[in-house]
Nanobody, 124 residues
């Protein structure tokens, strides 16, 4: 399985981006698919996740109300719409997938497939 994340870039504070994650080699069906981010010098942080089959969504506290996770079943693609960007959102954003259950969806150690990351830089 290969995950490819793209859509990052340099934006001004208050701007928006939409990140995409595409899987090759396996459908997202039956998996939990999530976005994490890692800023320089910081630990990897859970951003948002979705249990693909039921569509249940989960969000990190720091992004609730600004980030929206969604999917395109036909294209086997996961999205992350990021609005009202802040300089603190600057990080490399990774998509990941696993068989995680709801209680562990925020734990990066349960994910075994990871994309290469896409960089988001927010200028003030």
């Amino acid at each position: 399985v290969q995950l490819q994340a793209f859509g990052g870039g340099l934006v001004q504070a208050g701007g928006s981006l939409r990140l995409s994650c595409v899987a090759s080699g396996r459908s997202f069906g039956g998996y939990t698919v999530s976005w994490f981010r890692q800023a320089p010098g910081k630990e990897r942080e859970f951003v948002a996740g979705m249990r693909w089959s039921g569509g249940n969504t989960y969000y990190g506290d720091s992004v609730k109300g600004r980030f929206t996770i969604s999917r395109d079943n036909a294209k086997n693609t996961l999205f992350l719409q990021i609005n009202s960007l802040k300089p603190d959102d600057t990080a490399i954003y990774y998509c990941a997938m696993s068989r995680a259950i709801a209680s562990s969806v925020r734990d990066p150690t349960v994910y075994y497939y990871w994309g290469q990351g896409t960089e988001v830089t927010v200028s003030s």
